[in-house]
């Protein structure tokens, strides 16, 4: 492998991008980034990395960004806010293998998600099953980073709590231990796969360094705020009305239903008889919840 690679890294204005983007500068190597907008990528051309402009939808744009590259991080944007969202996810599948295959690239490494490998019954993540659908059919080394549930998901639950005094949960039964992982060791996990060599399609599960149940932050952020914060189921009845207003379609709105399901069921989950690599990040779940509680 040449020191004078050069690795194209998506989503940089996401949290997975960004922390993969910094963790191959901080280790010296050459990066360029692409962003929708010009003015996003000045931060980045200031830390020095290249900087393209392209959307996952503009074939032409994306060859560009991916010519003269070695590997590339890929994070397809879900849009959340169409109703048109699973076909559009199709559609920028099929243009991020086609300027792949173009360009040549000697390997990718693409966020993808736990449950991935189940053919229905996902909701949300039936893109990131698009996504790896296409790339493998590039033929080129690529690597599909199936991340657990986002710590960061939480969010705007953990806000309520700290209004409310009582942390709602999407995540049933409130004792029952998720695989969670912060958006920031997936970017460094995401940045050290792209610096290997591997052949075909190799897929690699992520989580953290340990499960945690709701009942656990709520536990965690009574300690953190000195007051009882008691965790409540949302029932799955209102849903749709809780997250209603928040920008999603209709049909992102019945995808995440599905999605969240598929989680509490069991159906969405790490197989662990399954003979795939799993590596665990290092951030605990109480640093993502203290830095969430405090913005």
């Keep these: 492998m040449s020191a004078n690679e050069l690795y194209v890294v998506t989503g940089v204005t996401g949290r997975t991008g960004s922390a993969a983007a910094k963790t191959l500068l ?95 019954g996902t909701g949300w993540i039936a893109m990131n099953r698009m996504l790896e659908e296409s790339l493998s059919d590039t033929r080129l080394p690529v690597t599909f980073l199936r991340a657990a549930y986002f710590m960061e998901n939480w969010a705007p639950l953990v806000k309520m709590a700290v209004r409310q005094r009582q942390l709602p949960s999407f995540l049933s039964p409130l004792n029952q231990e998720f695989p969670m992982i912060a958006a920031a060791d997936i970017g460094r996990m995401a940045a050290e796969a792209l610096c290997e060599n591997w052949d075909g399609v190799r897929v690699i599960d992520l989580e953290g360094p340990a499960r945690y149940s709701p009942n656990d932050i709520a536990e965690h952020l009574s300690l953190t705020l000195g007051e009882a914060i008691s965790p409540c189921s949302i029932p799955e009845s209102d849903w749709a009305q809780s997250i209603a207003g928040r920008g999603f379609s209709s049909a992102a709105i019945c995808g995440f239903i599905e999605m969240t399901q598929g989680i509490n069921t069991g159906h969405i989950a790490f197989d662990d008889l399954l003979s795939v690599e799993r590596r665990q990040g290092t951030i605990t779940l109480d640093v993502v919840m203290d830095t969430l509680a405090a913005g």
């Design 26 to 120: 901080d280790a010296g190597k050459r990066v360029r980034v692409v962003v929708r907008d010009e003015p996003k990528g000045e931060v980045w051309a200031a830390l020095g990395a290249d900087v393209a402009v392209a959307d996952f939808s503009d074939f032409a744009a994306l060859c560009k960004a991916f010519s003269g590259a070695d590997g590339a991080y890929i994070v397809s944007p879900p849009q959340y806010s169409s109703e048109h969202l699973f076909s559009q996810a199709g559609a920028m599948a099929r243009s991020i293998a086609k300027a792949a295959k173009l360009a040549n690239l000697s390997r990718l490494v693409v966020l993808s998600s736990i449950g991935a490998e189940q053919p229905e």
